[in-house]
């Protein structure tokens, strides 16, 4: 495939949350990755391997959603993981995976009742067709496999049956959220992120 102007306009864009995210402290050391869909074939991806805090436009590629490379270079190790949300979900369009603490941390404490449960945060309005604090919305927590492929397929069957989930932890590892459009996908991560710190305190507060 030849690299449009809109392959780099989204690698500029998907850059520039790489920078925000880094400056946050939630991609460390090379870790995370992020995508956005270019078609409804092909999704744009950052390279493995690459420091997200500082992507450049040649650090991504275009690969097409059973994961298969149709630029040059190497795509993230965990590209099934994106592109399975855009096969499953044709209304999404961003997907940004994170190592931050909080979550990092959370998905170790709670990694036994295999999910977290968050629960009347004025927040959850955050997430489309939530209107109501008064409610409880679950992040599933999987293990961490170092077979993607079968985590992609846990994910979907799981994702399958609750399609209104907005994100998803891996244990020891990071989140995983999504959303229509890269905006849309940093408020939802956004509003993840603080209530996973709410939690992490609650759980430190309270223990
Ligand atoms: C140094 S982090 C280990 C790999 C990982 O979990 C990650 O998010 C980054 O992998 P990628 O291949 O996308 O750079
Ligand atoms: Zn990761």
């Known amino acids: 495939m030849k690299k449009t102007k809109t392959f780099y306009d989204k690698a500029i864009a998907l850059a520039a949350a790489g920078s925000e995210l880094y400056d946050r402290g939630w991609v460390p050391a090379t870790s995370g990755n992020f995508s956005l869909r270019l078609d409804d074939e092909l999704a744009l991806l950052t390279a493995s391997g690459k420091h997200k805090g500082r ?62 449960q968050l629960t009347d945060y004025e927040l959850l309005k955050a997430f489309d067709g939530i209107d109501t604090h008064a409610g409880s919305v679950a992040i599933p927590i999987f293990d961490n496999t170092q077979d993607i492929a079968a985590l992609a397929n846990e994910v979907d069957q799981y994702l399958l049956e609750h399609p209104e989930c907005p994100g998803y932890l891996i244990r020891g590892h990071g989140l995983y959220c999504w959303g229509q459009c890269l905006d849309t996908c940093m408020r939802n991560l956004e509003a993840l992120e603080f209530m996973l710190h709410c939690e992490l305190e609650m759980h430190r507060l309270t223990r």
């Open 55 to 116: 992507l450049a436009p040649t650090d991504f590629i275009a690969v097409d959603f059973d994961g298969r490379p149709v630029t040059d270079g190497k795509p993230s190790a965990e590209t099934l993981l994106h592109t399975q949300l855009y096969k499953r979900f044709p209304t999404v369009g961003a997907v940004l995976h994170c190592h931050s603490t909080n979550a990092t941390l959370l998905s170790r404490l709670l990694a036994d009742s295999g999910a977290i």
